[in-house]
Nanobody, 119 residues
């Protein structure tokens, strides 16, 4: 059974940090690029950070560059999103997506984890 399970969300104060995890099972995780997306209330889902299957390349939304870091541990089938210097505008549900391209592209989604940044 394919699963992507996000964890690590919560309520935090501005300026603090959180680390989100995305744990994969049921598919060959090491062949998939992984992207963190987020969706704030009343807004469209947006890309936050992406990492290639090997972890050799990453990219970030301008709004999080220098504050967020995406990484992966393929031995643990897990991708992380380290979020520092959190701002109220980072409040959103954060989703993990695993994508494999090719002749038959495949992608999987997690159910999301809520991050609330508020004083």
């Amino acid at each position: 059974q394919v699963q992507l399970v996000e964890s690590g969300g919560g309520l935090v104060q501005p300026g603090t940090s959180l680390r989100l995890s995305c744990a994969a099972s049921g598919f060959t995780f090491t062949r998939y690029a992984v992207t963190w997306y987020r969706q704030a209330p009343g807004k469209e889902r947006e890309l936050v950070a992406r990492i290639t299957s090997t972890g050799g390349s990453t990219n970030y939304a301008d709004s999080v560059k220098g504050r967020f870091t995406i990484s992966r541990d393929n031995a643990k089938n897990t991708v992380y999103l380290q979020m520092n210097s959190l701002k109220p505008e980072d409040t959103a549900v954060y989703y993990c997506n695993a994508y494999r391209g090719g002749l038959t592209p495949v992608d999987y989604w997690g159910k999301g984890t809520l991050v609330t940044v508020s004083s």
